[in-house]
T-cell receptor, first 115, second 119 residues
Framework: AQKVTQAQTEISVVEKEDVTLDCVYETRDTTYYLFWYKQPPSGELVFLIRRNSFDEQNEISGRYSWNFQKSTSSFNFTITASQVVDSAVYFCALSEAEGNNRLAFGKGNQVVVIP | DAGITQSPRYKITETGRQVTLMCHQTWSHSYMFWYRQDLGHGLRLIYYSAAADITDKGEVPDGYVVSRSKTENFPLTLESATRSQTSVYFC????FGQGSSYSYNSPLHFGNGTRLTVT
């Protein structure tokens, strides 16, 4: 069974600090996909990134960056120079290739950016 | 506008009543999903559908019924609502990702959610 663990439940940072969210996953499949979603206070779920198991290249998108390491089964997410608008719950999720696109979510990280 | 819409946004019902949550998408996505979100549990999959007339159970299907007679609609019915079903329900859809010689898992696109309270 697939499983995603996000250990930190709530993280508070002062604006302009960096924050890293840890995600550890478990799967028996060799082909799988990892995702991050953002849920701002308004409640909608916003897709941020997808990474497949064959692509370990790290990615940077503006102030967001992702570090995928198969050796440690981790897909960590860093927000650089955090802003108040980054305050949200962030979910890591896993989808197996033969899973009909089903996502298994971690429990989420509540990020609070203090101005 | 194209997208995925859920209705109603808020619903209060009594224990034992039947209630149906609606989900409609305009992308003609193959896959549709129902998740529930509860504090301390994150999002858990209730049911999903790979195509019209094909549905399957997720992690927490008990007490729920789904149908998918048309590609664009995926209603979720609580046959006899219980207080433990008080939650925020999210519908989602995704396309069947197909490259020239491979398939891939596409991101899910979520509706805005239905907040259901069972009294």
């Amino acid at each position: 069974a697939q499983k995603v663990t996000q250990a930190q439940t709530e993280i508070s940072v002062v604006e302009k600090e960096d924050v890293t969210l840890d995600c550890v996953y478990e799967t028996r499949d060799t082909t799988y996909y990892l995702f991050w979603y953002k849920q701002p206070p308004s409640g909608e779920l916003v897709f941020l990134i997808r990474r497949n198991s064959f692509d370990e290249q790290n990615e940077i998108s503006g102030r967001y960056s992702w570090n995928f390491q198969k050796s440690t089964s981790s897909f960590n997410f860093t927000i650089t120079a955090s802003q108040v608008v980054d305050s949200a719950v962030y979910f890591c999720a896993l989808s197996e290739a033969e899973g009909n696109n089903r996502l298994a979510f971690g429990k989420g990280n509540q990020v609070v950016v203090i101005p | 506008d194209a997208g995925i819409t859920q209705s109603p946004r808020y619903k209060i019902t009594e224990t034992g009543r039947q209630v149906t949550l609606m989900c409609h998408q305009t992308w003609s996505h193959s896959y549709m999903f129902w998740y529930r979100q509860d504090l301390g549990h994150g999002l858990r999959l209730i049911y999903y559908s790979a195509a019209a007339d094909i549905t399957d159970k997720g992690e927490v299907p008990d007490g729920y019924v789904v149908s998918r007679s048309k590609t664009e609609n995926f209603p979720l019915t609580l046959e006899s609502a219980t207080r433990s079903q008080t939650s925020v329900y999210f519908c989602a859809s995704s396309e069947f990702g197909q490259g020239s010689s491979y398939s891939y898992n596409s991101p899910l696109h979520f509706g805005n959610g239905t907040r259901l309270t069972v009294t």
